[in-house]
């Protein structure tokens, strides 16, 4: 098992997983996804933050 992260495409929200079929190695590899995709939105909240910043600079 590589590719946990599984989303809704009409809602675009996160589908839940039962975790009680997981073993622990599996349960440690999801992790480690989640927090590698927590880190990509972190990234990406703050590539949209300075592009908001840049813009309003424009209209002041």
């Given amino acids: 098992m590589e590719d946990f992260i599984e989303y809704e495409k009409q ?3 996160l589908k ?3 975790l009680d079929d ?3 190695e599996d349960l440690k590899l ?3 996804q989640l927090k590698t ?3 990509r939105v972190n ?3 703050a590539r949209k933050k300075e592009s908001q ?3 309003n600079k424009f209209f002041k």
Wanted: glycine share 0%.
């Fill in 11 to 13: 809602s675009r929200a």
């Fill in 22 to 24: 997981f073993s622990i």
């Fill in 53 to 55: 910043k840049e813009a």
């Fill in 43 to 45: 990234i990406e909240i």
């Fill in 37 to 39: 995709e927590q880190e």
């Fill in 16 to 18: 839940t997983i039962n």
């Fill in 30 to 32: 999801y992790l480690n």
